[in-house]
T-cell receptor
Framework: AQTVTQSQPEMSVQEAETVTLSCTYD???????LFWYKQPPSRQMILVIR??????QNATENRFSVNFQKAAKSFSLKISDSQLGDAAMYFC???????????FGGGTRVLVKP | EADIYQTPRYLVIGTGKKITLECSQT?????MYWYQQDPGMELHLIHY???????EKGDLSSESTVSRIRTEHFPLTLESARPSHTSQYLC????????????FGPGTRLTVL
């Protein structure tokens, strides 16, 4: 069974600084997708960024970028120029390419200090 | 934001009551999902559906049941609510093709007294 581990329960960052969230996963599959989702307090979960395992190039989405290390099964998220609106729970998730189910990590709470 | 809706947003109910949590989406997605999010924030899949008249149990055992009579609608029912059912329930949907990104509803926070 696939597992997703987020080892940092909480991270704090100063506004305009950079923070990196770690995520590791365990799978025997070679083709899969990885996701970072953001869940602001009392608000809807939204997709931040997505990575296809067959792509070597790291995905980027404005201030959000990932460091995908397939051999190490690592998928970290970097938030640059942090803003107050980035404060939220961040979930790493995995899905087999041919599957339907997402497996989530335990989440990392990001606090942004003004 | 994605066009997926859940009602009610908050529900406080007594033990033994029957409840239905509603979820609907207007994106024409074939696949729909129910997740339970516990107080520690971890999400667990409890039900999913590939399309009309298709439902499957997820990774976490749940006493709830689901139905999928219409593509856009995926309600979750608890026949007899108990305090152990207190949790946040998130509905999601995704298209059949492509990268299959799941879009989430706002959630229903259920408290059973």
């Amino acid at each position: 069974a696939q597992t997703v581990t987020q080892s940092q329960p909480e991270m704090s960052v100063q506004e305009a600084e950079t923070v990196t969230l770690s995520c590791t996963y365990d799978t025997s599959e070679s083709d899969y997708y990885l996701f970072w989702y953001k869940q602001p307090p009392s608000r809807q979960m939204i997709l931040v960024i997505r990575q296809e395992a067959y792509k070597q190039q790291n995905a980027t989405e404005n201030r959000f970028s990932v460091n995908f290390q397939k051999a190490a099964k690592s998928f970290s998220l970097k938030i640059s120029d942090s803003q107050l609106g980035d404060a939220a729970m961040y979930f790493c998730a995995y899905r087999k390419a041919a599957g339907n189910k997402l497996t989530f990590g335990g989440g990392t709470r990001v606090l942004v200090k003004p | 934001e994605a066009d997926i809706y859940q009602t009610p947003r908050y529900l406080v109910i007594g033990t033994g009551k029957k409840i239905t949590l509603e979820c609907s989406q207007t994106m024409g997605h074939d696949k729909m999902y129910w997740y339970q999010q516990d107080p520690g924030m971890e999400l667990h899949l409890i039900h999913y559906s590939y399309g009309v008249n298709s439902t499957e149990k997820g990774d976490l055992s749940s006493e709830s049941t689901v139905s999928r009579i219409r593509t856009e609608h995926f309600p979750l029912t608890l026949e007899s609510a108990r305090p152990s059912h207190t949790s946040q329930y998130l509905c999601a949907s995704s298209a059949r093709v492509g990268t299959d990104t799941q879009y989430f509803g706002p959630g229903t926070r259920l408290t059973v007294l």
